[in-house]
Each structure stands twice: as C-alpha cells, then as structure tokens.
C-alpha cells in the first residue's frame, strides 16, 4: 500500500528489455519485490546484441583515467564467467606494437595495471611475444617483431540478456517483450501506465511505485513522454559498426590494433568460420531502431585491419555488418570515442515526498551491467525501503550450473548422452545451454525426434525451447539474437523458419482461447 493508500500493482516497472532492464529486473526479484518489464520489441533488440562480444576492463579507458570503471569492470571479468561459463568463456588478446604509436614502456605500463587492477585468479596474466616466431605472428605482415598478449573474455551479448531475463521470470517477474509503454503518468505517488502489445494490438493499464527508465537509446524520449520535459538531453547517441568477413587466421586468439587516429580495433575470431572486425566511434543523431553500418565505417574497419595482415581484406570479403547505438552519458567530451563509457544514475521523485520516483539509467557497459544493477537497487531501497541482500554475485545464470572450466566436459558428457547429434551441434548447443541442453532434449533419441530441420544444425525442438522458454516470436529473433544461425541459413530457410512459428503462435493462441472460453 502507497503513502496516498491505493496498491500498486507492482513495486517495479522497468521499461527496456536490454541488459541493463535485465538485470535489475533479476537482481530486484531475487530480493523481493514485485517486476513488471516492458520491452517494446525483442530482448536485447537494441544496443545490448550489438556490441563487440566482450566481457573486459576497456584496456584504453585508461588512457582516459577512468580507473574506477576500468577497475569494476575487471573484477567483474571471472564472477561472470563463473556465473555463465556457458556463453561466457576466456579470449587472449594479441596487441601488435607499432612504431611511432603509442611507445613499449607506455603499453607494458597499461597492461601491468590492466592485469593487477581487478582480482585476477584464473585468467592468465600478460606476456611478451616474438611475433616473428610466435603463430599469432604469421598472419599479420612483415615488420610487427614485437607483441603483447593479455587476458579479457568473450561473451553471447544476447543470449546474456536473455538468460537474465529468463532467471528474472523463473524468480516470479513479469516479463512483457513486444510491448511497448505509450503512457505514463503520476497519481500522487504511483505511476500509471498504459501498456500496449506491438502492432497497435490490445492495451492494459499497470500501476507501479517506482519506475525503472532503462530505455537504452529511448531513455531520453521516455522522459519526455513520461515528465513532459521537451529540453531533456541526457544521452549522446554514439554510432559503432562492425564487419564480419570470412576467416582471417586459424589460430584461436584475437588481435587488437592501434589506428593513427588513436582508436583501436579488434579482430576476433567469430562463429567458428567467421572473424569479427570493430569498432567504429561517431555521433548518431537518427532513429536508433534505423542505425546501420555506413559505407564509410565498413571501409574504414576494412583500411584498418588491412593496415596489420598480410593479406589485404577488399569489400567482397565482408558477409555481414552490423550497427547499434550507445546511449552514453552526454559529459561534453569533443569526439565521440572520448565520451564517458560509465554509467550515470539519476532520481526523479520521491516517494516519501509524495511523488512517485523514477530512476533514469544513462551509459553503461555489458561488462558492469550487474554493478550497474546493484547501484540500482541501492536507490530503490531508499525509495521504496529494503527487501532481501544483494545475492548475484554467485548467482549462476540459468544453464551454467557446471564448473567453470568445464565446458569441454559438459560438451563430452552430451555427446555421450545425445549420440545420435553431430559433434558440432552438440558444441554449439553446450556453448548456448548449457546443462538446459538436457531439458531442451529431454526424450529425444534421434534427429528426427527433434521436428523439422531449417537448416545448420536448427530443428524445431529448439525453435519450440526459444518461443517457450526465451519469448522468441519471430525468425529474426532466433537467427540473429538467441543464436547467430543467420549467417548460415538461406533466405527460403528463413522464411520457412518465419512461417513455422507463425503457425505455431497461431495454434498456441487457439489452444489458449479455448482454455479461457472452458
């Protein structure tokens, strides 16, 4: 019950499906109070599946003397890991030294505080390499002697929202996907809002006593729906793009490289065939749902990358791009790869005053989403008063109940148990499920037990485990976000992805009206 005496229907209404909306939807159900999340499209549809697929410290925020970030991002780095080792796992990282950039001394002193910054226990540290005899050395040209390679991880950007997701509902919260929040106003000291399904379908009315604004690139727009306040401008919406091209080496680590204009890009080994090139760093004034690599930035990632291999990488060679848009803290830094990449927490409201608050969340990082989170739930227990403690940090996500060096054992413990599976798919299923695999397969002793095919390894078991388990609705939300089976499959395999499950939301409609009706 509120201070004006009307009960609410939830103590949280967050609003963004992202990893930030994610996790304090997570963290806030384990301790107690009530959630209700609205994500206006697909978990992890914006920002948080668009990023470079890493959990790390941000080796050049140093340069810019953001330790506290770069320290609580490292200490993050093997608690995540613990708690996902599933779709988290280690990745060394090669940085090429090049003459007449950034000196020896300065990027030797860069890495010592990198690898002494954040509690490292199972990552190993950093060591100096002959790149004209080390393998990491042959793909790149002639002239690089000289190297470093370190230690950060790499993560299933999107699989990791929705497994937040997925443990937030396990643990009681209701989570809305393509349901988007068109009103929201105060009554005293709860908020009301009008929830509405995507496509201009049915609206609801919730109430809540505190909201929760993790809108991600639309956090400015919910403020300016929500309080009114046209000359909001918080966010500095940053454009980052990445290539990917066919595979550039056979070894399994990654390089970093430095540009003359003082960015750097990375080159990551990338769904086994594939290599990963990025990012760029420029100003993004448009739609962030309409964000896409430009010309531009896919030939500047090409030019970079061409600058370090052997082998020159042409346009041809590029089989997908991609482009998201962080929503970073507007600090007034000059260029675009300066502005602040930490995260900036802002009250509106007090519920003890009468007025029903709001919490706005600007920036942030993947890799410090959960501190993120728990500097959230600091707020809101001022706010709304305390519940449970704070219990993520050796919370495993769902799927990672296995030790934390043990994938390979969970991939051979499967492939014994599901003998009828290809080897690969039983890799690519352990490093997407983990020990959920079982539940995924349950009963099934051979391929044709699994439904139809669409396609690399896809069969309908798992399409029906995503729109059961993952809210999964569409073809694109399981090619391009629970899995990245999108650069394999054909465009008639897609479409015949898309029809199945049409079909199959249809059916489940209908079974669900009927069992209303009876």
């Known amino acids: 019950m509120t201070a004006s005496g009307q009960a609410a229907d939830f103590d949280l209404l967050v609003v963004g499906g992202g990893i930030n909306g994610c996790g304090i939807a997570r963290d806030a159900v384990g301790r107690g109070y009530s959630v209700c999340l609205a994500e206006m499209n697909d978990l992890a549809s914006g920002t948080s ?49 090049q003459k007449g950039l950034r000196p020896r001394w300065m990027l030797r002193l860069g890495l010592f505080l990198y690898d002494n910054l ?33 230690s950060d991880c790499w993560v299933d950007d999107a699989r990791l929202v929705a497994l937040n997701a997925r ?8 989570i809305n996907t393509g349901t988007q929040v068109v009103g929201l106003a105060r009554e005293g000291d709860i908020w009301r809002a009008t929830l509405q399904a995507r496509d201009g379908g049915a609206t609801r009315s919730v109430t809540a006593r505190l909201v929760v604004n993790a809108a991600g690139p639309w956090v400015d727009r919910v403020l300016k729906g929500a309080l009114k306040r046209n000359d909001t401008h918080n966010v500095r919406l940053v454009q980052g793009s990445h290539i990917v091209v066919r595979k550039l080496f056979d070894h399994d680590r990654a390089y970093i490289f430095q540009n003359g204009d003082g960015r750097i890009v990375f080159a990551i080994p990338y769904e086994q065939d594939f290599t990963l090139i990025g990012t760029t760093d420029r100003d993004y004034d448009g739609d962030p749902a309409k964000v896409a690599a430009t010309e531009d930035e896919i030939v500047y990632l090409i030019e970079a990358a061409s600058e ?52 706005n969340i600007f920036g942030g990082k993947i890799t410090t989403y959960r501190r993120l989170a728990l ?34 054992d969970l991939e051979a413990a499967l492939a014994q148990e599901f003998a009828f599976l290809p080897r690969p798919l039983v890799a690519r299923l352990a490093r997407s499920y983990g020990t959920r695999t079982r539940d995924m397969l349950a009963g099934a002793s051979s391929l044709a037990d699994l439904g139809p095919d669409f396609g690399a390894g ?16 569409h073809a ?22 898309e029809a199945w499950m049409s079909e199959r939301l249809a059916g489940l409609a209908t079974v669900g009206a009927g069992r209303s009706k009876a």
């Open 118 to 150: 954040g509690g490292r226990k199972l990552l190993p540290g950093t060591r100096t390499l002959n790149l004209a005899t080390n393998p990491t050395g042959k793909p790149l040209k002639d002239g690089f002697t000289t190297g470093f390679e370190y």
């Open 308 to 359: 370090y291999f052997r082998k020159p990488i042409v346009r041809e060679d590029v089989v997908w791009t991609y482009s998201g848009v962080r929503p970073l803290f507007d600090d007034g830094a000059s260029k675009a790869q300066e502005a602040t990449r930490d995260y900036v927490l802002k009250l509106d409201g007090n519920g003890a005053s009468g007025q029903a608050p709001m919490i």
């Open 375 to 408: 500097s959230v739930l600091e707020m809101i227990e001022k706010s709304l008063g305390a519940k449970g403690p704070e219990w993520t940090a050796r919370a495993l996500l769902p799927g990672g109940d296995f030790p934390t060096t043990g994938l390979a």
């Open 458 to 473: 896809l069969h309908g078991r798992e399409v029906a485990y995503l729109m059961d388990r993952e809210w999964a609705r």
């Open 476 to 497: 694109e939300d399981v090619l391009w976000r629970r899995s990245k089976l999108g650069l394999r499959v054909t465009a008639h395999q897609a479409e015949a992805l």
């Open 167 to 174: 443990d937030a509902a396990d643990r009681g919260a209701e």
């Open 49 to 97: 599946s668009w990023s470079t697929k890493l959990i790390h410290g941000g080796l050049r925020y140093l340069e810019h003397y953001e330790f506290r970030l770069v320290r609580e991002a490292l200490s993050e780095r093997e608690l995540l890991w613990a708690n996902a080792p599933h779709i988290i796992r280690p990745l060394r990282f090669v940085l090429p030294h």
